[in-house]
Structure formats: C-alpha cells, structure tokens
C-alpha cells in the first residue's frame, strides 16, 4: 500500500460519513427534514459502535452514543459535554421511538441557529448536525489506529458494512 492509497480505516471512516438519503433528499418536502434527522441520528450511534469491540456494544448503546458525542464532537458542539451528549440521546430516542423531537426544536438550512435557545428549547439545525457528525467521524481515525487491535476492529467493521453485490445465472 503506498502512502495515497486509503487503507481499511480511511475506508470505513467514508463509509460512516455518506449519508446519501440525506445529502440527496428534498428537505423542503414534508417531513423529509425530520425524516433526516431519524437517519443521522442512527449514523451517530453506528458510528459510536465503532469505538468497542463487538462483545461490547450489548445493552451499551446509550452510553456509547453519548461517549462518542463527548470525545469526538467538535469543540462547542458537544465536545466534553455530558449534558449536550445526553439531550442528543434522549432526542434520538424520543425521535426513533415515539416521532417527537423531546427536549429540541429542530429546523434545516438554519446554521447560525443551531445550539441557541427559542422558545425554551435548545434548536438543532440539520446541517449543522450533519456536519458536526461528519467531523466527530474524522476524529475517530487516531482511535482506530491506535493499535494493531484497534485496526483489526476497523478492518472488520469494514467486512461486515460491505455490500457485496452477487450476479446469478439461471
């Protein structure tokens, strides 16, 4: 491998950050933003899995979700916030199971409104959620390469988010 080609942990760091069916919809649509909101905070927690060996993750995911928002956030957007960390996990929760945006108001294409307070909630802008997710992403990599397990960690989270695409003939 030379020093342009991506190894296993570029790879999969990509892989986490595409969010095609939201970087492609129509956010204007109805419910569609709030849609994406659904979709990105499931990426968050597939991501935060990404920390742990698989033995791990079980019964773990609130605090994985919430380790990962307070390590690999950027700086003001969550990082070394615990309480920031634990609203994002109670909205993903509240959105996933019960399609309420609990203790948020959430908008899209509203960046300078993310994280303020109106009408006594905290506001979440999508993008700027997308964004902060992608650069939490990023802030894995010196994790995933920190050691020789670490790595191998990578290399088959990365097996088993590969779709192989399989031609049969009858």
């Not at 990404?50 to 950027?74: I, S």
Request: proline share 5%; hydrophobic share 45%.
């Amino acid at each position: 491998m030379t020093a342009s080609e991506p190894d296993d942990v570029d790879l999969l760091l990509a892989q986490l950050k595409t969010l095609p069916l939201i970087d492609t919809a129509d956010l204007d649509a109805e419910f569609a933003a709030y849609d994406a909101f659904e979709l990105l905070l499931g990426a968050v927690l597939r991501a935060a899995l990404v920390q742990v060996p698989p033995a791990e993750r079980y019964d773990n995911n609130g605090e994985l979700f919430k380790r990962f928002v307070v390590e690999r956030f950027p700086a003001c957007r969550g990082l070394g916030n615990m309480d920031y960390a634990s609203k994002l996990w109670t909205f993903r929760n509240a959105v996933v199971k019960n399609k309420q945006t609990g203790p948020f108001l959430v908008i899209h294409n509203t960046p300078a409104k993310h994280w303020k307070i109106e009408q006594g909630a905290h506001v979440l802008d999508l993008q700027s959620l997308v964004a902060d997710y992608r650069e939490a992403v990023d802030n894995l990599a010196p994790l995933l390469r920190s050691s020789p397990e670490m790595k191998a960690l990578a290399t088959a989270e990365l097996a088993g988010r590969t779709v192989r695409l399989v031609t049969l003939t009858l």
